[in-house]
């Protein structure tokens, strides 16, 4: 098995009718193809579950919420028919969870880089600890965060995305992320994190299903063109990837690594 092929997606539904979404990779939670179509799936999934009133999305650890984009996939994509078809997986997973009649509470315990930004700002209501830092570090590698820029816009605002965007090397803090309205709450630890999470949880189980579905419709007026309009970020970014510029910066960051 390559490193590209580590990690896994699982889902568990409590039962009161809250389901568990969690992602795990060994570099530092990135997301590999094979990770954005179980991910993607697992959200369609459980959206239309019966049983499942409200969905968390995690990730395990406790250091890197995720890091996005793997780069060691990245450095194998050969043409831009491949490259769109990668960043199509981050479209998907966006889209599953704007689709997704459940409302979807996403657990950011740590670092969120890239695409790890957009799946924090594809959820419903964000919550985070102190080191949950965020980067959109696609500008230093020769891309852009095309794919994840209307979720992130969403969220943020173009101001606060153009200051990450240019600022592509640089970490913002979790308390910033939470002043443009990325987190909807942050916490000192990933103990009062789990807390928060579960008491919030458990109260949105408890309300009407229905008004919860309506609420979700409301939450995303107006985007009912991402389907064609995320496809065409990605394969700008397919195409992009395959730039001198992008392989070299690739390969310098991968050689840094070894």
């Known amino acids: 098995m390559s490193a590209i092929d580590n990690g896994n997606v699982s889902s568990v539904i409590s039962t009161n009718g ?7 990779h060994p570099s530092q939670n990135s997301l590999p193809s094979h990770l954005l179509q179980k991910l993607a799936k697992s959200i369609r999934e459980a959206g239309v579950d ?6 968390i999305l995690k990730s395990e650890g406790d250091r890197t919420f995720c890091a996005g984009a793997s780069f060691d996939e990245l450095m194998q994509i050969k043409d831009k028919e491949q490259g769109c078809k990668f960043f199509t997986g981050f479209a998907d997973v966006i889209n599953a969870c704007r689709k997704s009649p459940k409302l979807i509470v996403a657990r950011v ?25 965020i980067k959109l570090s696609e500008l230093a590698i020769g891309i852009g965060p095309f794919v994840i820029s209307p ?12 200051q990450l965007t240019f600022q592509a090397t640089e970490f913002q803090t979790a308390q910033w992320a939470k002043e443009k309205g990325l987190y909807n709450e942050v916490y000192d630890d990933i103990t009062s994190l789990d807390f928060a999470v579960n008491e919030l949880v458990n109260k949105l189980v408890s309300y009407n299903p229905a008004a919860l579905t309506a609420l979700k419709q409301l939450l995303w007026e107006g985007t009912n063109d991402w389907d064609s309009l995320l496809a065409g970020r990605a394969a700008i970014s397919g195409e992009l990837v395959l730039s001198d510029f992008t392989q070299q910066a690739l390969q310098v960051f991968l050689t840094s690594k070894k």
Request: glycine fraction near 12%.
């Open 50 to 55: 019966d049983a499942v009133k409200v969905i």
């Open 109 to 133: 315990q740590g670092k969120a880089v890239g695409g790890g930004v957009g799946l924090a700002a594809a959820s419903d209501y964000c919550v985070a600890t102190q080191f949950a830092a």
């Open 151 to 162: 979720a992130v816009i969403r969220k943020v605002g173009l101001p606060a995305f153009s």
């Open 18 to 24: 809250a389901a568990t979404i969690s992602f795990y």
